[in-house]
């Protein structure tokens, strides 16, 4: 196996998305994901990733997102998944659901 090496003041470890209604048990698609986040051990996995990173100097980035009843305003077609979201509160702003789920990121 090949050895890399990053420099760590020009790296940085990038986290998307790992939000409660994806990754908590009470999450509002938890009910469709979570059997795929328990297959593959992700929270733990996730957090040996956060956790080997930082010690190294590495930059830790958590970029969520949310939603609100304005968010695709400037859509001629809604996509079913994006009503879905609308519909449902699905990573709504402001909200417990929105916030990142807790690997310490």
């Given at each position: 196996?090949?050895?890399?090496?990053?420099?760590?003041?020009?790296?940085?470890?990038?986290?998307?998305?790992?939000?409660?209604?994806?990754m908590?048990?009470?999450?509002?698609?938890?009910?469709?994901?979570?059997?795929m986040?328990?297959?593959l051990?992700?929270?733990?996995?996730?957090?040996?990733?956060?956790d080997?990173?930082?010690?190294?100097?590495?930059?830790?980035?958590?970029?969520?997102h949310?939603?609100?009843?304005h968010?695709?305003?400037d859509?001629?077609?809604?996509?079913?998944?994006?009503?879905?979201?609308?519909?449902d509160?699905?990573?709504?702003?402001g909200?417990?659901?929105?916030?990142?789920?807790?690997?310490?990121?």
């Open positions: 196996m090949t050895t890399r090496s990053y420099a760590r003041d020009t790296t940085a470890l990038t986290v998307i998305d790992l939000l409660n209604d994806l908590a048990e009470d999450g509002e698609l938890s009910n469709r994901i979570g059997p986040v328990k297959k051990n992700l929270v733990s996995r996730l957090k040996r990733l956060l080997g990173a930082r010690p190294q100097g590495v930059a830790v980035f958590c970029a969520p949310g939603i609100d009843e968010s695709f305003d859509l001629r077609h809604m996509l079913p998944c994006f009503q879905f979201g609308i519909d509160h699905v990573f709504w702003a909200s417990h659901r929105s916030e990142t789920f807790s690997t310490d990121c």
